[in-house]
């Protein structure tokens, strides 16, 4: 029964009166009492005022980041935290590790991390106190709609219990191995208003989830934006753990991947498991309001799709209306020669040129697919951009060193292709992915805009600093995000409809 309870929850697929069934059975089995006995413990309610242990709170040792699993049992069924030590162990009653805890240590107050709930041991009571509230806000963020309209009016630094300052939605990201391709793109992805908005209200938007990537990536995505942190960094454990359960493997702490291929992957695994509510069916995910556009793309007579008759038996072009969440900008070959100085030469390219692409009129070879003109027949409310700076060859990966220039404010796109008729065309970039380094052995950070302040920050892990436009014009941007510009946007006219 307890091995079933356990799956149960690591997978979701219990429902919601079955689960809390189990789970009152497996505590029970878990406090070695009987039903009667837990039924008149949980009764046994004291004060703060009450409970001689209060004081013995360490909140500095406190961090619930990590897996909720018993330190002992390794167990995920039942888990509180002991407050005083931060240590997670399984089960309150009798015989239970958390009993035996407090005994041999003398360490008496624990918060059960599934409902907040903080009991006094070995006593059994319950402990109601204003004070606790705090540890439960760090444990699951929660904001109202009034809170998450009013977090781009201001731009306010807070000071975290260990003294360091972070400002809500612009805190480090901790590298446990080399998972920096992943953070980069959970730093851009908390710059995209809509989606934050979304992620930050569970209960409103996605409240019969039981995607466990989808949950992870809400408490992550809650915690960055926590105002009473109790310290200035977090650390995705949690994420990463549901990351590498949903990819099977193929994204790891241990190995640094593509932060290209990850947002690949990550976007369309959250388009699925949303798609896949009840109440999502039928229904654009948030995701796809943001970042989907629309290309109109013809393959030209005798390549690829074209290569065959048609109907008619006649070979021309075809024309297909093809959806995209991202587009792809292909960098000019790296030069085979050096100059007089005997230095390689760096080109530059103005990121103009790489957008005509999508003009509608160049031909670009597309391998195993033919000849194909591009043209953008619908614009993204947010343009996702990737240079292809890397390519691998029958022997190693290679990177392109070409410098794009780009507008930081105002890239108009009508100046560059041709754009729907009647639509908006003006967009600021606000999130930029850079690669520093050798191709296999580089690292990646990301520059990201903080609106309330109109200021750019760079952000490399836990490492976050302020940095000049100008300098964020100047680096080796791999992937950028642009906002489509309106007028005068209000906090209320951000949110997707």
Known sequence: MKRDAESAELDGSADANGSSKQAK???????????????????RIRSGAECPYLDTISRQTLDFDFEKFCSVSLSPVNVYACLVCGKYFQGRGLHTHAFTHAMERDHHVFMKLEDGTVWCLPDGYRVEDRSLDVIRFVLNPKYSAQQVEAMDREARWVRALDGTEYMPGLVGLNNMKAN?????????????????????????????????????????MRKLWNPRNFKGQVSPHEFMRAVMAASNGRFTINAQADPVDFWIWFVNALRADLHAVPSGKGKKSILTKCFQGELEVTTQAGTGKAAQPNAQGQIADVVEKVPFLMLGLDLPPAPLYRDALEKNIIPQVPIFDLLRKFDGQR??????????????????????????????NQFFREKNPTIVNFPVKNLELADIIPVPPGSASKYDLIANVVHEGMPDK??????????????????????????????????????????????????ASRAVK
Not at 36 to 41: I, P, V, Y
Not at 210 to 217: D, E, G, H, K
């Open 363 to 392: 031909p670009v070879e597309v391998p195993g697919q033919g000849v194909r003109r591009m043209r953008i027949t619908k614009l993204p409310r947010f343009l996702v951009l990737q240079m292809k700076r890397f390519t691998r």
């Open 442 to 491: 580089g690292s990646y950070h990301a520059q990201v805009h903080r609106q309330g302040e109109d200021t750019w920050y760079d952000v490399q892990d836990l490492r976050v600093t302020d940095v000049l436009p100008q300098m964020v014009a100047l680096s080796e941007t791999y992937l950028q995000m642009y906002e489509l510009r309106t007028d005068k946007p209000s906090a």
């Open 180 to 220: 920096d391709y992943v953070n980069v793109a959970v730093q851009i992805m908390a710059r995209v208003v809509p989606i934050r908005n979304f992620f930050l209200l569970p209960a409103a938007h996605y409240p019969n989830c039981r995607s466990v990537l989808v949950q992870r990536f809400g408490e992550l």
């Open 25 to 43: 059975v497996e505590e029970v089995e878990a406090e070695d009492i009987s039903p009667e006995q837990a039924t008149r413990r949980d009764n």
